[in-house]
């Protein structure tokens, strides 16, 4: 008896087994791609100076101040800080008006509001000279010199009643604003 070509017999569940591994592999080699959107936004201006890097985002740290000083004192020691301007040129303008603005506090005009869990405080800010900085007001034009120039600044914590604060952590947020002419 002469035997024909075998014939092989194939069930679905054996071609299922053959197929599904191929089509899983050929997805797995497909790429998945997202796209999403990166916006680039700023403003370009023409100002005689840099304003230094250290000097935008600043904080002034009071430490521990302890509630007991401001019964004798209305005022906690003085903490300093500048605003350096770099790479001035002094054809574009020689001179510089600072603003700080912030949210000046109700009960003790011309002094800054403070956030948080101490009470009975506020910020003050004084020039180089001892002259008192106003929230949201200009202060008088300064010479800017050639390539560099430091503002220096001091702050002051100041109790808005004799012996009548509260403890706790505080924060104040004011922000600075150059002006050149």
Known sequence: MKK????LRRTFPDVLKVILPGIALCLCSLELKAASDVEFSGTL???PCVVATDSEEQTVNFGSIAAKAFFNNDRSNPESFQIRLEECDLSMGSQVVVTFNGVEDADQPGTFTVEGAAKGIAVVLEDSKGRAILP???LASVEISAGETVLEYRAQI???A???VKEGDFTSNVTFMLEYE
């Open 4 to 7: 024909g070509p075998r014939r």
């Open 45 to 47: 201006v023409a100002a």
């Open 136 to 138: 949201n007001e200009s």
């Open 158 to 160: 100041k109790a808005l």
């Open 162 to 164: 004799a012996g009548r």
